[in-house]
């Protein structure tokens, strides 16, 4: 078996500063709900190398960390699968992790997701079956579009096609989250003006504070919270960067939390932090991802690790306590840490 990457006790505990009033919050905070709009939840191999991600991903199954899940105070995450265009590959890897995730009575509830529905191609079909196979949310498209719509990888996006619409008509019928985190700017503001149910950005930020393509303007962050929707603020190492600071931490994150919240509302914020149990970065030259430039500042190397926001399991006590250092009231807190996203994936699944 390949050596993988432990999940607990992975880095030690970010420096908050609280004192002891402001931890007790924190403790309460995180008895209440909580939830990860998008994770992989699962142990990367560890070295991380290109033969050793090859050997992980020909085996074909996945390991969650559940000792790490069972200590966060997490109530539920949308665990996502890898962008992978071959759907019976998809639909194995759905039995697969759930399976893995039955094995164990506690911890969070592992919702399953998907990054982008290329899977399906023109077959709606096939959406149906991703459903039957226990995946309750996906992304439209994925940078690259496909025959639903554009994606914001493209230097032109078309926008959401008819088939594109026919499909958000069929999730939300099915009752299957649309998710808009890799979906064009164009294509994101049609499909959400077509859902009659909330939609959501899983994983990104605010392009008004990092300039980034993976990043979202406001205008389509607003067209999402017009729908009831939430976006989830992501942490994967480069992402959810800021203009004039070179480090990419909790900081940097938390920082597209509050510009959020501050353009459309605290009710239209969560976290999707797109973490896995080890060498994240690392992964993406093993599997030979490279990230898209953004513009002026393509020199800008990728940091090993978000500090602060490493894995699934430590991102929920420090967005906490973040926010409870920075002011923020339990109220807003707790919608932030899960409470919006329970009401969101209670208003879709079904």
């Keep these: 078996m390949i050596p993988l990457a432990k999940d607990v006790d992975r880095l030690?505990?970010?420096?908050l500063g609280l004192d002891a009033g402001q931890r007790e919050r924190v403790d309460r905070l995180l008895a209440?709900?909580?939830?990860?709009?998008?994770?992989?939840?699962?142990r990367l191999p560890e070295p991380m190398t290109a033969e050793s991600w090859s050997e992980h991903t020909r085996d074909g199954t996945e390991h969650i960390g559940h000792t790490a899940l069972g200590r966060s105070g997490l109530d539920v995450v949308l665990a996502s699968s890898l962008v992978e265009p071959d759907q019976n590959r998809l639909l194995r890897w759905a039995g697969h992790l759930r399976a893995e995730a039955d094995t164990v009575t506690t911890g969070p509830r592992i919702v399953l997701a998907l990054e982008d529905l290329g899977s399906v191609g023109t077959d709606l079909d096939a959406v149906q079956a991703l459903y039957d196979a226990g995946i309750r949310s996906a992304g439209l498209t994925y940078n690259a579009g496909n025959p639903l719509g554009g994606g914001l990888g493209q230097p032109s996006d078309g926008g959401l096609t008819s088939i594109g619409r026919e499909a958000v008509a069929l999730m939300n019928q099915l009752g299957m989250l649309v998710d808009l985190a890799h979906v064009g700017d164009r294509t994101s503001i049609a499909a959400a003006e077509v859902s009659d149910r909330p939609v959501v950005i899983s994983h990104a930020g605010a392009r008004a504070r990092w300039p980034s393509p993976r990043m979202k303007p406001d205008d389509v962050l607003r067209a999402v919270a017009?729908?009831?929707?939430?976006?989830g603020v992501e942490a994967a190492p480069g992402s959810t960067r800021v203009n004039g600071r070179p480090e990419h931490d909790l900081d940097a994150v938390m920082t597209h939390v509050e510009y959020i919240a501050e353009l459309v509302g605290v009710d239209h914020v969560g976290l999707g932090p797109d973490t896995f149990f080890g060498d994240h970065t690392g992964l993406y030259a093993a599997a030979g991802w490279t990230p898209q430039p953004v513009p002026g500042h393509e020199g800008l190397p990728l940091p090993d690790y978000v500090a602060g926001m490493e894995n699934p399991a430590e991102v929920p006590r420090n967005a906490a306590g973040w926010l409870v250092r920075n002011g923020w009231t339990d109220e807003d807190i707790a919608k932030i840490l899960g409470g919006n996203a329970e009401r969101v994936l209670g208003a879709v699944l079904c």
């Design 12 to 15: 030690p505990a970010y420096p």
């Design 32 to 42: 209440g709900v909580v939830v990860s709009l998008h994770d992989h939840p699962v």
């Design 226 to 231: 017009a729908t009831g929707g939430v976006i």
